[in-house]
Structure formats: structure tokens, C-alpha cells
Nanobody, 119 residues
């Protein structure tokens, strides 16, 4: 059974950092596109970043480039390092997975973890 579990969310002050982790079970991520998405209140879910399997190729949304970094730590853990956080980064962050070498639209989702950036 495929399952994704996120952790690492919380409350942080503007300018601070958080590291989110996504643990996969039921599969290994080498042949998957692993992604992070977020959804703020009243807004649609949006792509934050993705990493393609063992190639490690990454892509970022313009709003987070050079602040956030996605990594495939091992066969089951994908992380999102978030630096220089801004209030507009406040959202529920979701991990996603798709068995593909190019398609980042997930067909598996985690339950989400809340990130709140506020002083």
C-alpha cells in the first residue's frame, strides 16, 4: 500500500528556516517524481518543487527559487529545506509522488503539514 507521510511543519518567524520530510512506504522513489506542493487558505494548491528519481533533476516555482531546496535523501525520504521564510509561505505543504520520469502531477498524496510564518 502506497503511503506518504509528511513531518517537520510548524510555526517560524520571518527569515527563519524549516525542513520538511516526506517518508514513502509501499514503494521506493528511484522511479518516481517526488514533489512538494502547498495550499494557502482561499487559494489553489500550487507546485513548490519536484525532483526526478535517481537523476536528481529539480525544478522550483519562481516564488521559492534560491530559498527552498528539494532533495531525495534516500530511497524513501524526500526533504524540502526552506530558508528565508516569508509570511506568504504560510500554507499546508503536501508531498506528492508519481511513477514517472517526467510527469510531476502526483497520483499519490500525503496528508499535509502546516507551515506558519509569523512574528
Amino acid at each position: 500500500q502506497v503511503q506518504l507521510v509528511e513531518s517537520g511543519g510548524g510555526l517560524v518567524q520571518p527569515g527563519g528556516s524549516l525542513r520538511l520530510s516526506c517518508v514513502a512506504s509501499g514503494f521506493t522513489t528511484g522511479n518516481y517524481v517526488m514533489s512538494w506542493h502547498r495550499q494557502a487558505p482561499g487559494k489553489e494548491r500550487e507546485l513548490v518543487a519536484y525532483v526526478i528519481g535517481v537523476s536528481g533533476k529539480t525544478r522550483y516555482a519562481d516564488s521559492v527559487r534560491d530559498r527552498f531546496y528539494i532533495s531525495r535523501d534516500n530511497d524513501t525520504v524526500t526533504s524540502l529545506q526552506m530558508n528565508s521564510l516569508k509570511p506568504e509561505d504560510t500554507a499546508v505543504y503536501y508531498c506528492g509522488a508519481r511513477h514517472s520520469s517526467y510527469n510531476y502531477v502526483p497520483n499519490y498524496w500525503g496528508q499535509g503539514t502546516q507551515v506558519t510564518v509569523s512574528s
